[in-house]
């Protein structure tokens, strides 16, 4: 049934696949594959800007609490050492 079908963006191609989000059918050429699921160029660029966008908070979020706590653990450790060198004078 798909062979019957033309490409929405070349209509003197054959169809190879279904973009699972708006359901255009594509060539080859157009069809790309990600997560092993079928996507046109737009719907692809709106699915990756989306992924991008939910990423990066939870990243920055990560880095600052990694920054916070080896801060914590310096000064720790500074007031750790200064208790034991006084120890010893």
């Known amino acids: 049934m798909l062979e019957r079908r033309s490409c929405a963006h070349h209509p003197d191609r054959a169809g190879h696949a279904v973009c699972m989000a708006c359901r255009k059918v594509l060539c080859q050429e157009c069809a790309t594959t990600w997560d092993g699921i079928n996507y046109c160029m737009s719907c692809l660029a709106r699915r990756r800007l989306a992924a991008r ?8 979020v990560l880095l600052l609490a990694a920054i916070l706590i080896l801060f914590y653990l310096q000064a ?13 004078l």
């Open 53 to 60: 966008g939910r990423a990066r908070p939870f990243g920055w």
């Open 76 to 88: 720790r450790l500074m007031v750790w050492s200064g208790a034991v060198g006084a120890r010893f």
